[in-house]
C-alpha cells in the first residue's frame, strides 16, 4: 500500500512563497503520475496541480502563474512551488495520483497558512 508523506507547509505572510515535497513509499513507490490538492476549511478537496509520467503539467487557471508542479529527476517525489501566496491559498496540501478520491489513501497532509 502506497503511503503518501507531505512536507513543507508552514505559516507565512501574504507575498511570501513555500515549497512543498511529496514522497511516496510502498511497493508502488516507484515514477508515476502525481498531483497535488488542497482542503481549505469548509471547502472540498480540490486538485490544483498534476504531472504525467512523461513531465507534462497542468496548474488550474486560477493559480497558474504562482503554483509550479515539478519532480526530482532521479526519483519520484514531487513538489509545489507556491509563490505570492495570498490569504484564500490557507489550506491542508496534500500529494496523491491524479485519479485519487475520497475512498483513497491520503496522507496527513502538511497545513499552509497565509497572513494578510
Known amino acids: 500500500q502506497v503511503q503518501f508523506v507531505e512536507s513543507g507547509g508552514g505559516s507565512v505572510q501574504a507575498g511570501e512563497s513555500l515549497r512543498l515535497s511529496c514522497t511516496a513509499s510502498?511497493?508502488?513507490?516507484?515514477?508515476?503520475?502525481m498531483a497535488w490538492y488542497r482542503r481549505a476549511p469548509g471547502k472540498q478537496r480540490e486538485m490544483v496541480a498534476r504531472i504525467s509520467i512523461t513531465g507534462v503539467t497542468m496548474v488550474v487557471n486560477s493559480l497558474r502563474g504562482r503554483f509550479t508542479i515539478s519532480r526530482d529527476s532521479d526519483e519520484n517525489i514531487v513538489h509545489l512551488q507556491m509563490n505570492n501566496l495570498k490569504p484564500e491559498d490557507t489550506a491542508v496540501y496534500y500529494c496523491n495520483y491524479p485519479y485519487a478520491n475520497s475512498y483513497s489513501n491520503w496522507g496527513q497532509g502538511t497545513q499552509v497558512t497565509v497572513s494578510s
Open positions: 510502498g511497493s508502488s513507490a516507484s515514477r508515476t503520475a
